[in-house]
């Protein structure tokens, strides 16, 4: 297995042109894309929802991403400016303004029978910041953990998660500050510091329990949880939708069960309220 980062320089001047003093970028994209405007231009439309983010160097990049499977039309204009462009903030604000599209946690939680409580969780992620040699994932409050755990996607070792409070922090951590996820407890995955330039890649296992937010109310099977950015969830074989209150694509597995794959409008958490019944 191996992980490729493909860079090339096209030309196209039917998608990407002039008209007068104003720069047009009109193009079919798919599902995770991010525009950078050359230094000196200032965004003044776009035709599809889209992050607006600034780059360290000043420049403006437009970011989106489409759950939908056909290709967007997307139709973007930008003017010069002479506004001196630089970059508004530092770390301690930065973490508001996480890119969407550039998001590959792809998290999945498989619902078990709502009377457990109980749901096997797993995304991949890939951390790249030098130096740091732990990859965080907190717990939402009241949730519970059983043997998580992790496998190195570039090398296939295995990393045991270990369960760690936040009183027991010993070392720096990056992200956000832990008072954006109310719980008590992270899960932890050590591997070797990664050196400048150097990424890796982790595919995360648990399974979790949490009688607050997942379980039957009145013979229907309800999820109403704070998630943070894309996921998907998989309802538990021999249940139906009925409510999905964040928009998602729902389609049915070779396996019988229901998947929702949510279309989060941001980087932020949002509450799902998910319902569905028996067959």
């Known amino acids: 297995m191996a992980r490729l980062r493909i860079e090339s320089i096209e030309q196209d001047v039917k998608s990407y042109h002039r008209e007068g003093a104003v720069l047009v970028f009109?193009?079919?994209?798919?599902?995770l894309n991010t525009v950078?405007?050359?230094?000196?231009?200032?965004?003044?439309s776009v035709n599809y929802p889209a992050q607006v983010l600034q780059q360290p160097d000043g420049r403006v990049a437009i970011s989106f991403r489409k759950e939908a499977p056909n290709e967007t039309p997307l139709v973007m204009r930008a003017r010069p400016?002479?506004?001196?462009?630089?970059?508004?903030?530092?770390?301690?604000?930065?973490?508001?303004l996480g890119e969407r599209a550039s998001s590959d946690r792809d998290v999945v939680y498989a619902l078990q029978p709502p009377e457990s409580h109980s749901f096997d969780y797993s995304h991949d992620a890939t951390d790249s910041e030098a130096g740091v040699g732990v990859h965080l994932d907190p717990v939402s409050s009241g949730t519970t953990v059983i043997n998580p755990w992790a496998r190195n996607l570039d090398t296939g070792e295995l990393l045991l998660g270990e369960v760690v409070t936040r009183k027991e922090h010993?070392?720096?951590?990056?992200?956000?500050?832990?008072?954006?996820?109310?719980?008590?407890?992270?899960?932890?995955?050590?591997?070797?510091?990664?050196?400048?330039?150097?990424?890796?890649r982790l595919r995360i296992f648990g399974t979790y329990t949490d009688s607050?937010?997942?379980?039957?109310?009145?013979?229907?099977?309800?999820w109403n949880r704070l998630l943070g950015g894309p996921a998907a969830i998989i309802l538990p074989?021999?249940?139906?939708?009925?409510?999905?209150?964040?928009?998602a694509i729902v389609r049915e597995l070779p396996d019988g069960r229901i998947r929702l794959d949510l279309n989060s409008p941001g980087p932020d958490a949002v509450t799902v309220f998910v319902t569905a019944h028996k067959k």
């Open 36 to 44: 950078v405007l050359p230094q000196g231009y200032q965004l003044v």
């Open 81 to 96: 400016s002479r506004v001196i462009q630089k970059k508004l903030f530092e770390s301690t604000l930065e973490w508001r």
């Open 26 to 31: 009109s193009r079919k994209l798919g599902d």
């Open 212 to 222: 607050t937010h997942y379980g039957l109310i009145d013979n229907e099977l309800v």
């Open 170 to 200: 010993t070392r720096p951590i990056p992200g956000p500050p832990s008072d954006i996820y109310p719980g008590l407890h992270e899960v932890h995955y050590f591997y070797p510091k990664l050196q400048p330039g150097k990424t890796i």
């Open 237 to 247: 074989p021999g249940w139906l939708l009925t409510n999905s209150s964040i928009p």
